[in-house]
């Protein structure tokens, strides 16, 4: 069995990329933004291998 994502749900974007970038030293791989929605998808991966994503939404 292989993992594609784990997303998480997170109330402050830019404070839970300061988190995840800064201290855990993941990437941001790609952003979808969605203005009639008013979300945002994140998808953030270890330096090097995208293969386990974690998907901030």
């Not at 402050?12 to 993941?26: M, N, R, T």
């Not at 009639?36 to 386990?52: E, I, K, N, T």
């Amino acid at each position: 069995m292989k993992y594609l994502h784990t997303m998480v749900r997170v109330n402050d974007i830019d404070a839970s990329l300061a988190f995840y970038c800064q201290h855990l030293g993941l990437e941001e791989l790609r952003r979808i933004d969605n203005e009639q929605g008013r979300f945002s998808l994140v998808f953030l991966a270890a330096p090097g291998d995208s293969s386990a994503q974690v998907e901030l939404t």
